[in-house]
């Protein structure tokens, strides 16, 4: 009967997600550290361009990452795992345009914004290697005026890149990033070798995951799960409302979210190239 096969189909579905092994609940507090009094004020510097101020906060992932060592190792052994995929027969092209590129000229690319295209660039994080260190950059605009320099000062480190990582970056983060440059009558930054960490989770994960969404990758893939941090439709609220107030606890976490995703990014990277299944 009808009823019988469907109860059967229900039992076996029962028992194969019974066997999937469930994430830990890690907080984030146990794999960054957190920088005193960060929720009371900005730390950073105030930093110039062409086009006016804006304000920058820098620092690489050995001070800020509990686990930044391990990071670092695993970030400078993707290239090594890139030139062994390409010699597999069917190795996608971005893996050969990887293992081309020298690991300091590769940089780590995630925006927050207001809104969808159109709308204003507040915070644009950016990561690259520095022959040590993951240098994680991110460009504040303290008002609506300063996006015009924190876009300028982000162009010309894609321009300077040799591949560009991002997470749905082809879909958004790019074409976003141009549109305002064109906005601001700024030369808009040039497309070059791009990778796209959504298009290939999705080349190896798809059907093995609930879904290729960042924090069920973060949860899956890195093991761990955000339980303190922003929720991304509170994002755009927020700065309204600290350039309204200037009261830096309301975009502390921001920050720290931005972070958060740029440390992910080099991590599903490596996912991506390291030997698996």
């Not at 092209?93 to 159109?118: I, N």
């Not at 997470?167 to 070798?193: C, I, Q, S, T, W």
């Not at 303190?228 to 755009?236: A, C, N, Q, V």
Request: with cysteine; proline share 6%.
């Amino acid at each position: 009967m009808e009823s019988d096969r469907l109860r059967k189909q229900l039992s076996r579905l029962v028992r194969k997600q019974a066997k999937a092994p469930a994430a830990p609940r890690i907080s984030p507090a146990d794999w960054t550290r957190p920088e005193p009094g960060a929720a009371d004020r900005l730390e950073g510097v105030v930093a110039r361009g062409e086009h006016g101020e804006y304000y920058l906060w820098e620092k690489g992932v050995a001070e800020t990452y509990t686990d930044g060592t391990r990071l670092i190792d695993r970030y400078t052994a993707i290239f090594r795992h890139a030139e062994r995929r390409c010699e597999e027969d069917g190795a996608h092209p971005d893996l050969a345009a990887l293992a081309e590129t020298d690991p300091d000229r590769l940089l780590f690319m995630d925006l927050e914004t207001t809104g969808l295209h159109g709308r204003p660039a507040f915070l644009i994080g950016l990561m690259r290697y520095d022959g040590e260190d993951l240098l994680i950059s991110q460009l504040f605009a303290r008002d609506y005026a300063e996006e015009k320099a924190i876009l300028e000062a982000a162009g010309a480190s894609v321009a300077e890149a040799g591949m560009l990582v991002t997470f749905n970056g082809k879909a958004f983060d790019v074409p976003f990033l141009r549109d305002r440059m064109v906005y601001h009558r700024l030369r808009p930054v040039e497309g070059g070798a791009h990778f796209d960490l959504l298009h290939h989770s999705r080349r190896r994960w798809r059907g093995r995951l609930p879904n290729c969404r960042l924090q069920t990758l973060e949860q899956h893939l890195c093991r761990r799960l955000r339980t303190d941090d922003i929720p991304g439709d509170l994002i755009p609220q927020r700065y309204h409302d600290y350039v309204r107030s200037r009261d830096p606890r309301l975009v502390a976490p921001v920050f720290y979210h931005n972070r958060l995703d740029l440390i992910s990014l080099a991590e599903l990277l490596a996912a991506v190239v390291e030997p698996g299944e």
